[in-house]
């Protein structure tokens, strides 16, 4: 028989995790983080193309401002017959089609500090150590996509230093965005000859003879405004960009560095070529792809599946990289007759 003590303290027991349970809530924190990131990250990226769009939207509107007061659109840039007094670097290279609109995206200030008389390489145009114009280096975001990884610069120096003016760094702030010239070769052989040969510079801002500086009326785009594009991204530039990622050289000369990457260079606008994407030992080798390959001559962005373009009646699209040779050349020219339907 067994007899019950009073007043015996009754034992208490702290509940805790176990080992298995602990890991168990950590796993299931981890699937939830990894399920979550990717939404996250998908926000952001809608965010800044959504930027992206609305920096273009800003340009068109520019552009069609710039049209309104002169009754044409600026050519993607001119060149002087001469070399103008005073230049000791001997240059007769004019300015580019942004230099011109800078008036019209409020940047009053610098425009008035740029002599649009006088070559974009003279002392009075460019910044220190290589001139005395201190407003031309300040990054200006209109020309920036927000989803391009920085630095949101460039480095013109190694350049001038390659033509014996070796003043150091000479910092200018890059654009994303460039003027479409034309069809080049490569990619006019891709189309199945819908779009004939000669279109180099028949693109809406392209110009047949920058001494004379020959601008482009509205009323010229036969094809349509819009069925024409105006502007597209070349982002990433002075940095070469291949598939996605960059290339392994660090120099203009062994190719890790491309030129024409600073808005007030008119050498920004590009005839667009056809790549293959195939050989990461040659990114430049011919072929028939020209969005998201190579941002030396090809459109490319750092959105996933295509580039934000912006066409000449100033309305922003995304255009697919898997967009045919045909419609993409069709889009580049402004009076060639070629269909260049585009899904939205």
């Keep these: 028989m067994s007899v019950k003590r009073q007043g015996q303290p009754r034992r208490s027991y702290r509940t805790a995790f176990t080992l298995v349970e602990l890991l168990v809530v950590i796993a299931i924190i981890g699937v939830l983080v990894g399920l979550l990131l990717p939404a996250v ?8 193309r959504m930027q992206c769009s609305n920096n273009l939207k800003q340009l068109g509107l520019a552009f069609h401002n710039f049209e309104s007061a002169y009754k044409n659109i600026p050519a993607y840039g001119f060149n002087f017959a001469t070399v103008q007094g005073g230049n000791p670097y001997g240059s007769t290279q004019g300015h580019s089609a942004f230099t011109q609109i800078l008036p019209y995206i409020e940047q009053g200030v610098l425009a008035s500090s740029v002599n649009l008389q006088l070559a974009v390489i003279d002392p009075r145009n460019m910044p220190p150590n290589y001139g005395t114009n201190r407003n031309i280096s300040g990054e200006l975001k209109v020309f920036i996509c927000p989803s391009t990884p920085e630095p949101y610069y460039s480095d013109y120096g190694p350049y001038f230093a390659q033509l014996g003016l070796n003043l150091g760094p000479c910092i200018l702030p890059r654009t994303d965005y460039a003027p479409v010239r034309g069809v080049h070769g490569w990619l006019q052989s891709c189309t199945g000859g819908l779009t004939p040969p000669g279109n180099e ?9 920058l001494v004379t500086k020959k601008r482009v009326k509205l009323s010229q785009c036969t094809d349509g405004l819009s069925n024409t594009i105006m502007l597209a991204e070349i982002a990433g530039r002075q940095k070469v960009w291949y598939n996605g990622k960059q290339t392994p050289g660090s120099t203009l000369l062994d190719g890790g560095l491309t030129l024409n990457s600073s808005y007030p ?10 790549y293959s994407g195939s050989n990461p030992t040659n990114p430049a080798e011919r ?58």
Excluded: M
């Design 287 to 344: 072929g028939c792809s020209s969005i998201n390959v190579l941002n030396v001559d090809g459109l490319y962005s750092f959105h996933p599946g295509g580039v934000q373009i912006l066409r000449g009646d100033g309305s922003v699209t995304f255009l697919a990289q898997s967009v045919t040779p045909a419609i993409l050349a069709a889009l580049i020219t402004r009076d060639a007759g070629e269909t260049s339907n585009i899904e939205e």
């Design 201 to 209: 510079n028949r693109g809406l801002l392209g110009s047949n003879d």
């Design 41 to 48: 990250q998908a926000a952001r990226e809608a965010a800044r």
């Design 265 to 274: 260079d008119y050498n920004i606008a590009r005839q667009i070529r056809g």
